[in-house]
C-alpha cells in the first residue's frame, strides 16, 4: 500500500527527516541461566520458560556500571555511523539504574567517548527511554537545533534486583543498546514517534528508595527498598492495553496498515506479552523480533539492543517499515514507525 501520511499537528514548516545512521549494542559477558536461578531461589527453567519466554540473562561484572555498558554500545554505533564523536550535539541516555543520581550517566559517557560538544542528560521513563529519547532526538534535529545526537538505552538491572524474589529476579538482565540520529538528506527516516505516561499506575512497578522520599539507609535497604517492587499481574494488563494503543496510534499517525509493517520490535519484557500484542493487532508472530530469550527484561536497553541485532542480521533492510513499541514503570509507552 502507498502511504498516505495524516497531517501531523506539530508539524514544522520545513520539516527534516531524521534518519538512524548508526547502531549498537553491547550485553556482558556473564550468563545466567534459569538453571542457575533454580538453585537460588524456587523456581524452575519449565516455570520461566513458559510463563515468560526467558532461557537465560547477562550479568554485568560488580565493577561494570550502566555508564560502561553504554560507552561500548555508543562506539559500536558511532563506527557504524561512520563519524567523530565530535559531530554529536546531544546525548540522551535512558536509564533506570545511573551510575549516581547525579551527575547525569549521560555525562559520564561524553567523557568516555571524547564528544566534547555534546550537551548531555538522562532519561526517566523506565524501559520506555529509549523511544522516549527517540521523539526528543526527532524534534531536536527537525528544529535545526541540533544535528546529530546519540541516544542510548542501558540498563544494570540486575543492581536493583532482590535475589530472594522469585517473582521479579527471572525477568531482569543487563545491557545496552545506542542509536546515532541524523538528518541526511534521504527521504527514509523516523516517520512518527508517539510517547505517552500515566501516574495512576506509579505504585504498580517502582523502586521506593534512593530518592528523596526514602533516602538510601541501612535500614531501608534490609527491608528491600531499594529493588524493584512489581504486581506482575496488573504490570502485564497495563503493558498489553498500552502497547496495543501504543502500536495503532503510530500506524495511524503513518498512515500505514499491519500489512506494510516488515518487522515489529517490542519491548522485551514477556513472550506472552508480545504474542497478546501480535494477535491482537493482526500481526503474524513472525513478524515479531525476540531476543527476550537470550537477554531477559533488559529495560530502556532491550529495544536498543534489539534494533540493533536486526539492522546487523540484516532482518530489517533499507526500504522496510518498522514498528518499534515498548512500555515501562511510571507507567510509560512509546512506539515509532521508521523506514529503515
Ligand atoms: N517460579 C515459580 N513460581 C513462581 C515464580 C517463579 N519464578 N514467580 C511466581 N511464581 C508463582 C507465584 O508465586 C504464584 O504462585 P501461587 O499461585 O501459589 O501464589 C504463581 O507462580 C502464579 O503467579 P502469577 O503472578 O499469577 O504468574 P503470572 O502468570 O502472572 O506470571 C509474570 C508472572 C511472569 C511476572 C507476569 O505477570 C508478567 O510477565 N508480568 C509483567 C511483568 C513485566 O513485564 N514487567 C515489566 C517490567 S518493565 C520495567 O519497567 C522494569
Redesign the pocket.
Known amino acids: 500500500m502507498k502511504r498516505q501520511p495524516r497531517s501531523n499537528p506539530r508539524s514544522h514548516k520545513k520539516l527534516r527527516t531524521v534518519s538512524i545512521i548508526g547502531t549498537g549494542s553491547y550485553v556482558p559477558e556473564k550468563v545466567l541461566t534459569n538453571e542457575d536461578?533454580s538453585r537460588m531461589?524456587?523456581?524452575?527453567d519449565e516455570?520461566?520458560t513458559t510463563?515468560?519466554g526467558i532461557k537465560e540473562r547477562r550479568v554485568a561484572a560488580k565493577d561494570e556500571y550502566t555508564s560502561d555498558m553504554a560507552v561500548k554500545a555508543a562506539l559500536n554505533a558511532i563506527e557504524q555511523a561512520k563519524i567523530s564523536p565530535k559531530e554529536i550535539d546531544l546525548i540522551l541516555l535512558a536509564t533506570?539504574t545511573p551510575d549516581m543520581l547525579f551527575p547525569a550517566t549521560a555525562c559520564f559517557v561524553q567523557k568516555k567517548i571524547g564528544a566534547t560538544n555534546a550537551a548531555c542528560l538522562d532519561i526517566s521513563a523506565?524501559?520506555a527511554g529509549f523511544i522516549f529519547g527517540l521523539e526528543i532526538a526527532q524534534q531536536f534535529i527537525t528544529s535545526h537545533t541540533y544535528d546529530t545526537v546519540l541516544v542510548i538505552g542501558a540498563d544494570k538491572?540486575t543492581s536493583i534486583t532482590n535475589w530472594t524474589d522469585?517473582?521479579?529476579?527471572?525477568?531482569?538482565g543487563d545491557g545496552a543498546g545506542a542509536a546515532i540520529l541524523r538528518h541526511r538528506g534521504s527521504p527514509h527516516g523516523i516517520i512518527t514517534t508517539h510517547i505517552g505516561s500515566d501516574g495512576q499506575y506509579t505504585n504498580i512497578?517502582f523502586m521506593p528508595g534512593g530518592g528523596s522520599r526514602c533516602p538510601i539507609t541501612r535500614e531501608n535497604a534490609d527491608m528491600n527498598l531499594t529493588t524493584?517492587h512489581?504486581t506482575?499481574?496488573e504490570?502485564?494488563k497495563q503493558?498489553v492495553i498500552a502497547m496495543l494503543n501504543a502500536a495503532k496510534k503510530a500506524l495511524e499517525q503513518a498512515g500505514l496498515s499491519v500489512e506494510d509493517i516488515a518487522c515489529v520490535i517490542p519491548?522485551q519484557?514477556?513472550l506472552?506479552?508480545m504474542e497478546a500484542i501480535a494477535d491482537r493487532l493482526g500481526i503474524s508472530r513472525d513478524k515479531m523480533f525476540v531476543n527476550l530469550d537470550r537477554y531477559g527484561?533488559t529495560?530502556a536497553a532491550a529495544v536498543a539492543i534489539a534494533l540493533d541485532e536486526a539492522n546487523r542480521s540484516g532482518r530489517i533492510k533499507p526500504g522496510d517499515y518498522i514498528l518499534m513499541v515498548v512500555?515501562?514503570?511510571g507507567l510509560t509507552w512509546a512506539s515509532t514507525v521508521i523506514e529503515w
Open positions: 536461578l531461589v524456587d523456581t524452575s516455570w520461566i510463563r515468560t533506570a523506565a524501559c538491572l522469585r517473582n521479579t529476579c527471572v525477568l531482569f512497578l524493584i512489581m506482575g499481574k504490570v502485564y503493558a519491548h519484557a514477556n506472552r506479552i527484561n529495560s512500555f515501562g514503570g
